[in-house]
């Protein structure tokens, strides 16, 4: 298992302090999860694109519905190529994770004894602890893919890592709802968050590819669950990114920092509860204001109507007149 990189424990001063940058700059780790947040947030983007195109595309008439679809179409690119993206820097990531955290993958599919060529569930029915629960699909190997690179490949599970964190950490992991020896994280929140991330992931990819095929060859479809769908595209890659930031978190507990550090240790003593109200209260309500300002912003440049084409008969050199600013961020 991989610990912190880059660092030294400082005893005069009690801090982990940075030594080796280069070291933290080509961890592994983040060599691959990078690329996986910056394709997400191209799939996101390109989601937003094909999906406000396609809201007007489908209400337009004339030359301008020719613009809106060729905006759908260049969305719906970019969206397919970013989740190729997303899910080449994922399945790496994965065979990462289960090499440094391989208490993270085991607690994905709830697998308790350590298993070779282990099946992936689509989803279960039951309690996940270990005992009461069922698994509805399930694809032979694919979670041993998913972790080794092979159908065949062994995946550690939760028994197993339990007591191997009990022999080399000890019995207390530091927080009061933990049991002793017990380093796992909430299984039900990992095994969920992992099956949203991949699930909302996969449909927004479909949609995009659909909405490719029913624009080909300047067609205009208007099915209205595909109008409804595209206006629900641009939230859904949101949603799977916070589904995976919520298993990426949630999947390391109880550690703050992995093999150091537990959460419950990671608390600021200095820092009393009321301060730490009154600062999310305070950043809460300062986002909540932006939101409002960002949505009307956002929709009123939705509804604007584009910019007539310059005339062929102006000779008016476009780059030496002020333009009003259309929109500002």
């Not at 060529?117 to 699909?137: C, D, Q, V, W």
């Amino acid at each position: 298992m991989q610990h912190p990189v880059g660092y030294q424990y400082n005893p005069r001063t009690g801090r982990a302090e940075l030594h080796d940058f280069f070291a933290v700059l080509l961890n592994k780790v983040q060599l691959v999860t990078f690329p996986h947040v910056v394709t997400a947030a191209y799939m996101t983007a390109g989601a937003f694109v094909a999906g406000i195109a396609f809201w007007r595309f489908a209400r337009s008439e004339g030359e301008i519905k020719e613009t809106f679809r060729r905006g759908v179409r260049t969305g719906a690119s970019v969206m397919l190529v970013a989740g190729l993206g997303v899910a080449i820097t994922g399945d790496v990531s994965g065979k990462i994770m289960t090499e440094v955290q391989p208490m993270k993958m085991a607690a994905a599919e709830g697998l308790y004894d350590s298993q070779s060529k282990a099946p992936f569930s689509i989803f279960t029915l039951g309690s996940l602890n270990g005992e009461h629960h069922k698994a509805i699909i399930e694809v032979p190997g694919l979670l041993s893919f998913l972790g080794t690179g092979s159908f065949t490949g062994e995946v550690k599970g939760i028994n197993d890592l339990r007591a191997e964190y009990k022999a080399q950490y000890g019995q207390d992991p530091g927080a009061k709802y933990y049991s002793p020896g017990d380093y796992t994280p909430i299984i039900p929140v990992t095994y969920w968050t992992f099956r949203f991330m991949i699930g909302v992931g996969l449909l927004t990819a479909g949609i995009g590819l659909l909405l490719l095929l029913t624009t080909r060859r300047g067609r205009a479809p208007t099915n209205q669950w595909l109008v409804h769908g595209a206006i629900v595209l641009p939230f859904l890659p949101i949603a799977a990114n916070a589904f995976g930031w919520l298993f990426t978190e949630m999947g390391r507990q109880p550690w703050a920092v992995f093999g150091v550090m537990t959460t419950a240790n990671g608390d600021s003593p200095g820092v009393s509860a009321g301060y730490v109200a009154t600062s999310m209260i305070a950043y809460i309500l300062l986002y909540a204001v932006l939101i409002v300002i960002e949505v009307k912003l956002m929709l009123a440049a939705v509804k604007a109507d584009l910019p007539p084409d310059p005339s062929p008969d102006d000779d008016t050199d476009a780059g030496d007149t002020d333009r009003p600013l259309a929109f500002a961020y």
